[in-house]
């Protein structure tokens, strides 16, 4: 049995600010209701505003002025930063939304909560993007040669933006955890460790 959220996520019908905040937060046309963790920030609407543009700019992957790394390294920074602050809830969401179109295989789906950076199951570009994501969980910091090894496959302005990303799933991760956000049906669990 798994614990009750802290904060509920709204339900419908919901409210003309609740329903337009929403609607911003999700894909046009999405097949899904609007997630939980968006329903849990309509809670509190300016807060929900607020990190709006910031949300969009970090999914974005160059539409629109958005962000210029690529759809792999991204969803491996959303991947490992969410399973190593134990956030089940966004992995899911993540791995069920983009794993596939990130050409991740199930063996790496795996190695995001359980392998290391160094596992055969990476190429270099790889394991230097984990690398960086559990050198800054770890330790706060970057060692030179994981900066070297992601300026080998990235230039300093999608370097920034891996940084930001970063940070950006560990708040993410907070929320979703702080409020024990109730996890999507249709969402995949962390795979079970093998023997």
């Known amino acids: 049995m798994t614990n009750p959220p802290r904060i509920a996520h709204l339900n419908p019908p919901y409210g003309d600010a609740e329903g337009k905040a929403l609607g911003r937060m999700m894909p046009k046309d999405s097949p899904v209701e609007p997630l939980k963790l968006f329903r849990t920030f309509a809670r509190n609407l300016p807060f929900a505003t607020a990190i709006g543009p910031l949300g969009g700019y970090m999914l974005s992957l160059g539409r629109d002025g958005g962000a210029g790394y690529d759809l792999r390294s991204r969803e491996l920074v959303i991947d490992r930063v969410t399973a190593r602050c134990g956030c089940e809830y966004e992995w899911g ?64 302005r999608r370097i920034i933006e891996l940084f930001a990303l970063a940070g950006w799933y560990h708040a993410i991760s907070y929320v979703a955890n702080g409020s024990r956000t109730e996890l999507e049906d249709w969402a995949p669990r962390f795979p079970a460790r093998r023997a």
């Open 93 to 156: 969401v993540h791995i069920a939304s983009y794993a596939r179109r990130a050409e991740l295989t199930e063996e790496q789906i795996y190695a995001t909560v359980h392998s290391g950076p160094d596992d055969p199951c990476w190429d270099d570009r790889d394991s230097a993007v984990l690398s960086m994501v559990d050198e800054l969980h770890d330790t706060g910091k970057l060692t030179d040669a994981t900066f070297d090894a992601l300026r080998r496959h990235f230039d300093e």
